[in-house]
């Protein structure tokens, strides 16, 4: 079956603009996360979207990143003024009622 | 603060050899531990997945180990194959559902 997908593969933006990008986790997982990769730091978590909750939303870096979840599907992170620190691979993973989180291709940002 | 520690950070190894990687962490109060691969430009595959009663887990030619008291765990890979070259990725979650903590890695090459 399809696995997560996300939208762009690839974003090149210039300092100041915002971002969105899209994860479309597979049909029927309710846990969504997002990660982001970068060469400083590592893989670190986002925020955390578990079916009608709260999401969690302690890995946010700044004010200036959000995201939601619609319908408990599809997400979309949202980076708003985006600056060259924010240049990253943004993950999305899903997972359904077992233990194990399934990991999207990623998108990579670029802001110049 | 849970801190996940890999040494070493990149490992070369003639093929046919056996791989040992090892993955360290702070806080031994974690749900279970994950071993993710990650090709070039590529989303995280999970691997093995080891629940915090346990001690090992197996796969095909991948062992994982885990001793939750002293916050280690080991991943063998026997008889290691070119298709083996990748970056390994250890990641502890603290309770069920929550965030992956992720390690720094350890970039492989296998050499023909």
């Known amino acids: 079956g399809a696995g997560v997908s996300q939208s762009p593969s690839n974003k090149v933006t210039e300092k100041g603009k915002d971002v969105e990008l899209r994860c479309d986790p597979i049909s029927g997982h309710t846990a969504l996360y997002w990660y982001r990769q970068s060469l400083g730091q590592g893989l670190e978590f986002l925020i955390y979207f578990q079916g009608n909750s709260a999401p969690d939303k302690s890995g946010l870096p700044s004010d200036r990143f959000s995201a939601e979840r619609t319908g408990g599907s599809v997400s979309t992170l949202t980076i708003q003024r985006t600056q060259q620190e924010d240049s990253a691979v943004y993950l999305c993973?899903?997972?359904?009622?077992?233990?194990?989180?399934?990991f999207g291709p990623g998108t990579r940002l670029l802001v110049l | 603060k849970q801190e996940v520690t890999q040494i070493p950070a990149a490992l070369s190894v003639p093929e046919g050899e056996n791989l040992v990687l090892n993955c360290s962490f702070t806080d031994s109060a974690i749900y279970n531990l994950q071993w993710f691969r990650q090709d070039p430009g590529k989303g995280l595959t999970s691997l093995l997945l080891i629940q915090s009663s346990q001690r090992e887990q197996t796969s095909g030619r991948l062992n994982a180990s885990l001793d939750k008291s002293s916050g280690r765990s080991t991943l063998y890979i026997a008889a290691s194959q070119p298709g083996d070259s990748a970056t390994y990725l250890c990641?502890?979650?603290?309770?069920?559902?929550?965030?992956?903590?992720f390690g720094g890695g350890t970039r492989v090459l296998v050499k023909p």
């Open positions: 990641a502890v979650v603290k309770a069920a559902g929550n965030k992956l903590t």
């Open positions: 993973a899903s997972r359904s009622t077992g233990r194990i989180q399934y």
